[in-house]
């Protein structure tokens, strides 16, 4: 686009003189790209891949490090969300925050199912113990159990982990 205008002027000797500027606008043109439907298509697939595949990451490691995650609404939250995503692990699909039951057996169904070794007092449920809501009597001094239970973050010794045991059977 071209911007013209003309000054007029009186010039030192008293004539008329006449001055033109001309001003030009660059307007610069983005190309976009076109894909075709196949393309893209195929796109959503890889991206919807990915989303699937950081899910299952985002699962194992808050699986993973469930005596951490019991503790904190917003990750127990975010883990039910994951839970519920398959509705063979998590069929009851409650999100609320808190660690219960459900999602108790929903997070053993998922760690049996991806060959995931639980810690801690999950791994007494994940093994059996705790569907009476009672730790039987026998299985704290059965042998080898103690090699089976790793001592959560906040116990110091196996004693550490058996109280937790036992007073989280006794909250069932």
């Given at each position: 686009?071209?911007?013209?205008f ?13 001055t ?16 075709s439907?196949?393309?893209?298509n ?11 595949e ?5 699962t ?38 808190t660690?219960?039951n459900l ?7 998922y ?12 791994r007494?449920?994940?093994l ?6 009672q ?24 004693g ?9 059977f006794?909250?069932?």
């Open positions: 686009m071209i911007l013209s003309v000054l007029l002027g009186v010039g030192t000797a008293g004539a008329q003189t006449t033109t500027a001309t001003t030009t606008a660059t307007t610069t043109v983005t190309a976009t790209t076109t894909i439907v196949v393309e893209f195929s796109q959503v697939q890889d991206l919807t891949k990915q989303i699937s950081i899910k299952a990451k985002l194992k490691l808050l699986v993973d490090n469930i005596e951490l995650v019991k503790t904190d609404p917003v990750k127990v939250k975010l883990l039910q969300e994951l839970l519920a995503g398959d509705k063979t692990i998590y069929p009851e699909g409650v999100i609320t925050g660690l219960g999602t108790t057996q929903a997070i053993v169904r760690a049996n199912r991806n060959n995931v070794v639980l810690k801690g007092p999950m007494l449920i994940q059996g113990a705790g569907k009476s809501g730790v039987p009597s026998g299985l704290l001094k059965a042998p080898g159990i103690q090699k089976k239970i790793v001592p959560t973050a906040n116990s110091s010794s196996t550490g982990v058996l109280n937790n045991l036992k007073n989280i006794r909250k069932k």
